[in-house]
């Protein structure tokens, strides 16, 4: 079982920055793929990034690529999430979500999921 807690959501102006925090309870955490996922209301859940277990192989959707960045202290059982350069579109409901077996992006291949951090982006 893993617990999972997002905090570092808040408002910031265009062109700012933000880091998300996953911080994650379990003891095999390490291994686990963790993605986050974003959703407004009426839409369905977006992908954003992900970071495998065993590798630490990252992936990202199109729309953030070469703004955010995922990654992972597994000494703290903490993935991040440092977003640059945000856009009002990119005001959401931040999730983190893990799995023990990464096979996609999808959020219904994800198990886990925490509570959601909101992030607003005023133009």
Same mark, same amino acid.
């Given at each position: 079982?893993?617990?999972?807690?997002?905090?570092?959501?808040?408002?910031?102006q265009?062109?700012?920055?933000? #880091?998300?925090?996953?911080?994650?309870?379990?003891?095999?955490?390490?291994?686990? +793929?963790?993605g986050w996922?974003?959703?407004?209301?009426g839409?369905e #859940?977006?992908?954003?990034?992900?970071?495998?277990?065993?590798?630490?192989?990252?992936?990202?959707? @199109?729309?953030? %690529?070469?703004?955010?960045?995922?990654?992972? @202290?597994?000494? %703290?059982?903490?993935?991040?999430?440092?977003?640059?350069?945000?856009?009002?579109?990119?005001?959401?409901?931040?999730?983190? +979500?893990?799995?023990?077996?990464?096979?996609?992006?999808?959020?219904? #291949?994800?198990?886990?999921?925490?509570?959601?951090?909101?992030?607003t982006?005023s133009s």
């Open positions: 079982q893993v617990q999972l807690v997002e905090s570092g959501g808040g408002l910031v265009a062109g700012g920055s933000l #880091r998300l925090s996953c911080a994650a309870s379990g003891r095999s955490f390490s291994g686990y +793929a963790v996922f974003r959703q407004t209301p839409k #859940r977006e992908f954003v990034a992900a970071i495998t277990g065993a590798t630490g192989t990252t992936y990202y959707a @199109d729309s953030v %690529k070469g703004r955010f960045t995922i990654s992972r @202290d597994n000494g %703290k059982n903490t993935v991040y999430l440092q977003m640059n350069s945000l856009k009002p579109e990119d005001s959401a409901v931040y999730y983190c +979500a893990a799995t023990p077996y990464y096979t996609g992006n999808s959020f219904q #291949r994800f198990n886990y999921w925490g509570q959601g951090t909101s992030v982006v």
